[in-house]
């Protein structure tokens, strides 16, 4: 079941084995904190531009809960957006994922801090956090801060930091099909579209599509 966040929507409780998937597009300065029970399982997905000021807490409070995040960043000309995404573990046998993907044009300023705090003595937790970035024009800067506060020996822990522009390869071989140099661009940053959020489709693809054709007029 799909659930759309909003203002009021700050503070939310997953009671034991619940399973849930949010979608969140916040446009303010904002603060919202996530509790997982045991056996609980939360999905979140994050549309979110540069307007936005955004901070996110977890907490999992018992053993067995699963959590996946997955962000994707629409960054316009000579603006700046904040992040701040933070998971606190406290139960064994923990999994998480986060998955960010930014999409920047120029003069651009991407401020994303990932945080981590794992509780002593925990078994079996996985965390990992990956960052995709993409440019679409010639200058842009990046701040990007994993902070890691393990407590822990069994814990399996990693994080990724990726920046690229568009290649002259992919958008040869695209134009060696008789598409257009701006229809491969906009292929291809569908297809970041798509990856971030097609487990969305699956849940609710009238949603899902409504928001890929909103996508699809930025570039």
């Not at 056996?39 to 996946?68: H, M, P, V």
């Not at 134009?175 to 940053?189: A, G, M, Q, T, Y």
């Amino acid at each position: 079941m799909l659930k759309k966040l909003d203002k009021q929507n700050k503070n939310i409780i997953l009671k034991p084995q619940e399973n849930w998937v949010f979608f969140d597009e916040t446009f303010w300065k904002f603060k919202r904190t996530f509790e997982l029970d045991k056996w609980s399982n939360l999905q979140i997905f994050g549309y979110l531009d540069s307007k936005t000021d955004y901070d996110l807490e977890i907490f999992i409070k018992w053993n067995e809960a699963d959590l996946c995040l997955n962000f994707m960043i629409i960054g316009n000309e000579s603006e700046e957006m904040k992040a701040k995404i933070q998971t606190n573990i406290f139960g064994n046998f923990t999994k998480v994922k986060v998955n960010i993907v930014s999409l920047v044009k120029n003069w651009w300023f991407i401020d994303i801090d990932g945080i981590i705090d794992v509780w002593k003595h925990l078994k079996k937790v996985e965390w990992n956090l990956s960052q995709s970035n993409i440019f679409l024009g010639s200058s842009w800067k990046i701040r990007w801060v994993p902070s890691l506060m393990i407590a822990s020996d069994d814990v399996k822990v990693g994080h990724s930091l990726t920046a690229e522009k568009i290649s002259d390869e992919q958008l040869f071989y695209l134009r060696s099909r008789w598409i257009s140099e701006d229809d491969s661009v906009k292929f291809i940053l569908n297809s970041y579209f798509k990856k971030t959020f097609e487990w969305l489709e699956k849940i609710d693809n009238i949603f899902y599509i409504g928001l890929f054709k909103r996508f699809s007029t930025i570039f």
